[in-house]
Structures are given as C-alpha cells and as structure tokens.
C-alpha cells in the first residue's frame, strides 16, 4: 500500500477551542506507517516551546488569513496530498473533494441573532452548502453537531463521523490544598465562589446569568460572588451596566496560564455555564475532571457530555436558574461527593488518545 499524504491544516493552533484540538492532535500523533504527515501552517505561531510535534512531520509555510479569499485557493502544495485535514468550516474551495473537514459547531449559521451581518450570512451559505456537498468527509466532536447539519443542510449525503475532544488529564488532575490557597491569594479570590467561564459571546449568554445573579444577590446577600475568566480582565460593554452595580460580587480575572486553569476551577464552589449553544464545551469537562461541581444549561450538547454529572437549568428561565443554584448551594456532602464522582468517571471518557485513534482511522478508511 502506497503512503497517505495527509495535509493538515494547523493556521488555527493559537485559537481557542479548534486550537485546543489542533494542538492535543498533534502532540498525541503516533507515526503511523501508512501516513505520511504535513502541516500548513504559520511559522510564527510554532515558535512556543509549550507546543509538541509528532516526530515524522514536515511543515509547509502556509500564511493566507482565517475567512479570507486567499484561503478558499488553498496552498500550492495541497495538490500533492491525497487527503487534508481542515479543522474548521474554512476549507479550501480549490481542493475540496480532497477535505475530510471537522465541523466543530454551527453557531454563525444557526444563532442568528448573534450573527446577523448580510454578508457573513452569503458567505456561510456558501461555503457550507459547498462543503456539505462536495467535500470527502465530514468529522463533528458530538452527535449534537451531526444532528444539527442533517436539520439544517437536509441535502447533505456525505459520510459524518462522530469524533470527541478529548481533555489534557495529565494537567486536569487535582491539586493539593496548599496550591488553591496559593491560588486565591495571588488572584485575591474569596474562599468561596461561583466561576463562568467565556463572556465574550453573545450565545453565552452571560448577560442573562448576570441578571439572573442580580436578582439571587438582592434576595440572598450571603450567596458567594462571582468570578468571572476569559474575558482577559474586562467586561464587555454590553455588560458594563450590570458590573457597575454589582462590582462588590463581581470578580474578574486576568488571562490564566494553563498551569493554572486546574486550580482556578477547583477552588470554585461551582461552575456555571449558561451558554445557549455549544458544539462541544471545553469548560464544563475540565471542571468536571477537577471534581467541581457543574451547574449547566440544558441546551444542545451539554447534556450529551456531561450526562449524568452535572445540574441542568434552562438558560432562558430565571426561576429555573434560581431553583437549581439553591438546589447545589444546598447539596450535602454526600450529595456533593456523588455528583464529583460522576462528573470525574465522565469527563474520562473523553481522551485524546481515541480522538486521534479515531481520526486516523477515518483517513485510512477513506
């Protein structure tokens, strides 16, 4: 059997979400004989000491800009492969017959609230119609996802394959005591809180857990505030009128290395993810594999990976929300201990290992 050339395109590795696969794919790369592997990708954002490399690999210097027309060409080089990887919808127009294409979710296309630009609508209507037609296969990271095209494209025929993240263990493991409080101390973070994680998104839906909050905090001034990561340490303006009034149970923290994402979602009380759409959700299981305890919408996939280790509210239903944050704020210990050991056994069954596994099964099938 002749070698497979695998282009995979890595432009997006400094990314959050599809960079957290790009960068888990490949140090979890195991040579294989049948694959020979190339990656298209940005010298520049390769530079990080932080980032592993399969062994076997060649990199192609590969600059077009992320939804640009220079990207629909793809590289020169791409005639060359027999198949590419492209980790996102932005595939090369020029080469799509060779793509097995991942489809992380389809919020732009789906939230059409939060994405009601004339043109950006022309373009996904393109571009996806296109690559649910004529690429080789798609690859999505929950069955949510896979569902969602099959409703919204129902003219799809290509193959799509299931394919989950998987979560880094070896840095999600839970950390002594002595390093939380180190923690707190250097964050200036209340012994007890409640921790949201992603606010710069409309569709995640912080403006509603923040109302919802208000409202909790007025009835229940002892209720422990909130700390607020991913935003990089400011608050977006559509948010500004609330913090102004709540600054006194409104924390916001800076860019967290990666060393320290375990801590910071261990030392919450709990985990609240109101989003109203995801395709995966990073968050919800790295908490989950720190034994913290998730308060989750019910909306699209959360439920799905999450499954029995978490408490769900609608993310629409102020009183919802307020019945499930008395019922977690109220759980015993023996509740607590359960829903962690749940949370923990289902945050395992998302390992890298198998993505890759998986995806490499995939490229030789085809």
């Known amino acids: 059997?002749?070698?497979?050339?695998?282009?995979?395109?890595?432009?997006?590795?400094?990314?959050?979400?599809?960079?957290v696969?790009?960068?888990?794919?490949?140090?979890?790369?195991?040579?294989?004989?049948?694959?020979e592997l190339y990656l298209f990708g940005n010298p520049d954002h390769l530079k990080d000491n932080g980032?592993?490399?399969?062994?076997?690999?060649?990199?192609?210097?590969?600059?077009?800009?992320i939804y640009s027309l220079s990207e629909m060409k793809g590289h020169p080089r791409m005639k060359e492969m027999d198949v590419l990887d492209i980790p996102h919808f932005n595939a090369p127009l020029l080469y799509l017959k060779k793509c097995i294409v991942t489809v992380h979710d389809?919020?732009?296309?789906?939230?059409?609230?939060?994405?009601?630009?004339?043109?950006?609508?022309?373009?996904?209507?393109?571009?996806?119609?296109?690559?649910?037609?004529?690429?080789?296969?798609?690859?999505?990271?929950?069955?949510?996802?896979?569902?969602?095209?099959?409703?919204?494209?129902?003219?799809?025929?290509?193959?799509?394959?299931?394919?989950?993240?998987?979560?880094?263990?070896?840095?999600y493991q839970p950390q002594p005591e002595k390093r939380i409080l180190e923690f707190r101390t250097k964050y200036n973070l209340p012994k007890e809180y409640l921790l949201t994680v992603g606010i710069g998104k409309g569709h995640k839906n912080q403006e509603f857990l923040l109302g919802a909050l208000s409202h909790f905090w007025k009835a229940n001034p002892n209720t422990p505030p909130l700390v607020l990561a991913g935003s990089g340490g400011k608050i977006p303006d559509y948010l500004q009128d609330i913090y102004?009034?709540?600054?006194e149970k409104i924390h916001i923290l800076p860019r967290i290395p990666d060393e320290e994402m375990p801590l910071m979602y261990q030392s919450a009380l709990l985990l609240v993810y109101p989003s109203l759409y995801e395709g995966f959700g990073f968050p919800v299981l790295e908490a989950s594999a720190m034994g913290t305890l998730v308060?989750?919408?019910?909306?699209?996939?959360?439920?799905?990976v999450l499954g029995e280790g978490a408490i769900f509210f609608d993310p629409r239903s102020m009183d919802d929300f307020h019945e499930k944050l008395v019922l977690a704020l109220n759980f015993s210990k023996a509740q607590n201990n359960d829903f962690r050991k749940k949370a923990m056994q289902q945050s395992n069954k998302f390992q890298w290992n198998e993505t890759v596994s998986q995806l490499q099964k995939t490229i030789l099938r085809i």
């Open 106 to 171: 389809l919020i732009p296309w789906v939230m059409r609230e939060f994405h009601s630009s004339l043109a950006k609508r022309i373009y996904l209507r393109l571009v996806l119609g296109l690559l649910f037609q004529r690429a080789k296969s798609i690859i999505t990271v929950s069955e949510f996802t896979k569902q969602d095209i099959l409703n919204e494209f129902p003219n799809t025929t290509l193959p799509i394959k299931v394919i989950y993240n998987g979560i880094d263990h070896e840095l």
């Open 244 to 247: 102004s009034k709540w600054k």
């Open 295 to 304: 308060l989750s919408s019910n909306a699209s996939v959360l439920p799905e």
């Open 21 to 35: 696969r790009i960068q888990n794919i490949l140090k979890h790369w195991q040579d294989h004989p049948d694959i």
């Open 51 to 65: 980032l592993v490399f399969p062994s076997h690999r060649e990199f192609i210097p590969y600059h077009a800009g």
């Open 1 to 19: 059997m002749m070698k497979i050339k695998l282009g995979m395109d890595i432009r997006m590795i400094r990314h959050s979400g599809i960079g």
